[in-house]
């Protein structure tokens, strides 16, 4: 079923219920919103030839727009192509030719026509409207099957080139059913704020209140803005949002300046990246109950695992750290299993790899046979991931497979170290890291953002690691530095920080 389906209905129930805003001002009731939609879908279809299945792309910050112009493009039957705003001209352009777009909706041109291909259309709504009053409309959204790709995912590549993770209708339809059985339920008087980039895990999260027919909130500034944030959620009420643990950090940032402890915040769900139980802690002692975690990835969006509500704050359970400590337990959807590199799976407790089966898995890369059948085998999806299933079945993530660090024959994960140093009050940020070394194989090493002007004694973080962890685990070098690299989603390039502290120099004690 044609994802703009959702849409179309909703529509009919409710057209006057507010559908999308710029901070708090309208811009579209649900009847305008699937109009405009079914307007861009003819718009593609008789001016720009796209037929069912071809791709169109956005290269677009966030706004009210863009989820008019996904709706669009499902609504012609074509595939959307989501592009990261904060990417470089030129890999926005790899991505644009790799999908082989049809079309690609920008908002100011910049440098991208001189990089497209000749058959890839620029519509550039700064200087073109992609819809008005009286335009020609699609009368229905054009029918699609299940296993019809709806949405081409380009992986952030910490390493290498980004991969086009192939997203169908039904890998969407079932992260969106999974969302209201394993993360929480979606109120008609919600207000989805887009704080986090569209083309990402935000994005893919608009479906549950698309159906319920709640608000989609772009904030004024665009994108995420802790202050802005504080002030505008008591407005709308019943926020809810999907955020990366990095916004959740400056979120609590300025509500402890200002005061401010959660008011019309209803639901955050975070993820994307290692959410640290000092940051959780933190951030539910000033918020309350208003957190669920979900670990996804985009090869599974969004669908691994879940940890709601109830776990994060049930304080009364005997395990409750371990749990607020783990990525909680496999969504509905999804079978998970932790196996070691032959595909035998470990005995409970133990580390290996984590992989998954179940339909929101990706039906494969795009153009890319080999990629694809290293990562899906015998219908298992292999994440990458590193972590260990307890009895009760919750899943704790260690690290990257390729992050683990081997010293003197045994693994040590990068982020048991992290989360060590974090309950340091001189450590803002910290990224662990395995170095070469001719005695141990690796050696760990510490990059430290420091909380004040000063950087901490590394001598008082290695005595606070030995009251922490097993000594074996304790950096051999601490590196200051002011802020750490990091991709266009926030997360650490830690592959950057190996090749930059490759040997030991000066700057490390
Ligand atoms: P992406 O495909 O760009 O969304 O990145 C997915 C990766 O982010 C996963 O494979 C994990 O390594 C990491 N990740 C996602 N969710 C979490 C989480 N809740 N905790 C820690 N890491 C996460």
Redesign the pocket.
């Known amino acids: 079923m044609n994802l703009a389906e959702w849409l179309v209905r909703t529509a009919r129930r409710q057209p006057d219920t507010p559908a999308l805003l710029s901070g708090e001002n309208l811009v579209a009731t649900y009847a305008e919103f699937a109009l405009h939609a079914a307007q861009i879908g003819a718009l593609l279809r008789k001016r720009h030839q796209v037929q069912p299945g071809d791709r169109v792309a956005i290269f677009m910050k966030n706004s009210p727009a863009y989820l008019e112009l996904l709706y669009g493009i499902w609504f012609c039957g074509a595939v959307a192509v989501p592009i990261n705003a904060k990417l470089h001209v030129r890999e926005a352009a790899y991505i644009i030719e790799d999908s082989q777009s049809r079309a690609v909706f920008v908002s100011g041109a910049g440098e991208l026509p001189g990089l497209l291909p000749s058959d890839c259309a620029l519509h550039d709504l700064e200087t073109e409207p992609a819809f008005e009053p009286g335009d020609e409309a699609l009368s229905e959204p054009v029918g699609r099957h299940a296993d019809d790709l709806a949405w081409l995912f380009y992986?952030?590549g910490t390493t290498g080139k980004p991969k086009g993770v192939m997203l169908t209708n039904a890998n969407l339809h079932a992260m969106t059913y999974a969302y209201f059985v394993d993360v929480d339920d979606v109120l008609p008087e919600d207000a989805a704020v887009y704080a986090a980039p569209l083309s990402h895990?935000a994005g893919l999260y608009n479906f549950m209140h698309v159906l319920r027919g709640s608000r989609h909130v772009i904030p004024a500034s665009g994108g995420f803005d802790a202050g802005e944030l504080c002030a505008l959620a008591p407005r709308l009420g019943n926020v809810t949002m999907f955020a990366a643990p990095t916004m959740i950090s400056r979120l609590l940032g300025a509500a402890r300046q200002s005061g401010y402890a959660g008011e019309g915040l209803r639901t955050i769900v975070y993820?994307?990246?290692?959410?640290y139980l000092a940051d959780i802690e933190a951030a539910t002692a000033q918020f309350g109950a208003r957190f669920v975690?979900?670990?996804?990835?985009?090869e599974c969006p969004m669908t691994l695992t879940a940890l709601p509500r109830g776990d994060i704050m049930g304080r009364q359970h005997p395990r409750w750290r371990e749990r607020l400590a783990s990525?909680g337990t496999a969504q509905s959807c999804v079978r998970i299993r932790i196996v070691a590199p032959d595909g035998k799976d470990q005995p409970t407790g133990e580390i290996g790899e984590i992989i998954a089966s179940g339909s929101p898995v990706m039906k494969g890369y795009w153009n890319n046979p080999d990629a694809t059948a290293q990562s899906i085998r015998d219908g298992w999806l292999w994440?990458?991931?590193m972590g260990s299933l307890d009895e009760d079945g919750y899943l704790t993530?260690r690290d990257?497979s390729k992050d683990v660090i081997i010293s003197g024959g045994t693994n040590i994960y990068p982020r048991e170290v992290e989360e060590a140093l974090l309950t340091h009050p001189a450590v803002a940020e910290v990224s662990v890291i395995g170095r070469p070394s001719a005695e141990w194989g690796e050696e760990v090493v510490a990059v430290v953002v420091p909380a004040g002007p000063e950087a901490p004694a590394a001598s008082g973080l290695d005595a606070h690691c030995r009251t922490q962890i097993a000594s074996f685990k304790r950096p051999k070098a601490y590196i200051f530095q002011t802020e750490l690299p990091k991709n266009n989603?926030g997360k650490v390039l830690k592959t950057e920080l190996r090749i930059r502290f490759q040997t030991s120099d000066s700057s490390d004690t």
Request: charged content about 10%; aromatic content about 10%; glycine content about 34%.
């Open positions: 992986t952030s895990g993820g994307g990246g290692p959410m975690q979900i670990y996804g990835q985009g990525v994440t990458g991931d993530l990257r989603y």
